[in-house]
């Protein structure tokens, strides 16, 4: 007997299985299209967690890849590069920061920013050594590390992989009270997210941010924004804390930052905070390649040429309006900002993930979190009838689910 060597078997039999991905297997993308193997096309409401923000495979991104894969792509950072400086220069310009350490994946931005606040409490706010402490919120997703985990609420996240670093605490999402109450002498920053994404897409009440940026200023509490999932345009602004106006200490950057071709990110900081690093404190084989800085520019420059900030707020707009004049039945609530969307279930028998494999039969990738929400992030790209008939998709679909739950109830019931 021959064991059977489809792609799906063989990653099966070999693959670690962290993952319980939806019955589909992708083979082509274009814009906010995909196809599967059966040459089924999909419009793609997931956008690898905002990674393709940009959509599938950007001319513009796939040029500028190409262009650097003529030229050099890795140099490590024994050596200096000419792509590196312009990348950095553009990232700072866009968000208002002084300085960037790049990194690979969002955890290692997120790392970085948190040994950049031990560092700096030591240094400039006398925390005695091994002390510092971080403050974060219930609820939030940063990454997958072991001290990420470490700020994590989510006992899945952490069963199993203990013992986690000292000196971190978690707090109720959207309460600045919370914070306040929180902070002691020991503080040395706060990390948050705009708007959770994978905690369900929870916006917070209006004016958290600022309430919890004055506060920090108050207590001389770094404030570390985490707009891996929320920046670069996916809330109908550049960043997300510029709804509120909000200037943080330290910023990280990530998934769509590497145009969905490659993984990109940043720590970007005030230069206070950036400059506790010196030669050999810190570094990454693989971060500030000239590959990487190439099409990280590259998505900086399409994001603000093509405005797709500005298109995420118009047409999230829309689709938000859309889908709660459809007022679909099983919905708790609908929420979001921009292109960045969860519609929460009313607690019952029906799971996000139901919805979401009922939705993969219409051609909709979408991809639940928390068990009750489902999460609609297009690329910004995507066209406007495209979206608006997936709003409509969405609510027949919940009808449909809602209807066969009623009647097998009426049966059994
Ligand atoms: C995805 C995500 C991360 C982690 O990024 P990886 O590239 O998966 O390491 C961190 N923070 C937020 C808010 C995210 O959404």
Known sequence: MTEPNDPLSLQKRYGAGNYDPL???LVRGEGAYVWDDRGRRYLDMMSAYSALSHGHRHP???AALNDQLGRITLTSRAFDNDRLGPFLARACTLTGMDKALPMNTGVEAVETALKAARKWAYRHKGIPPDRAEI???QGNFHGRTIAVLGLSSEESYRRGFGPFPAGMETIPYGDAGALEQAITPATAAFLVEPIQGEGGIIVPPEGYL??????CRR???LLLADEIQTGLGRTGRLLAVEHEEVHPDGLMLGKALGGGLLPVSL?????????VFAPGDHGSTFGGNPLAAAVGLAALD????????????RLGAEFLARLRTLAPPLVHEIRGRGLFVGIELAPGPVSAREVCLALLKEGILAKDTHENVIRLAPPLIVAEDDLLRAADTVSRVLVRVATVVHSSHA???
């Open 219 to 221: 207590h001389r509490v």
């Open 302 to 313: 399409v994001l603000v040429e093509e405005d797709l900030s500005t298109r995420a707020a």
């Open 210 to 215: 600022r309430a919890c940026a004055d506060i």
């Open 60 to 62: 513009r991104l796939l």
């Open 135 to 137: 403050i974060a919120c």
């Open 267 to 275: 720590f970007l900081a005030r230069r206070e905070l950036m400059d």
């Open 23 to 25: 019955p589909v297997t």
């Open 411 to 413: 049966r059994t019931g």
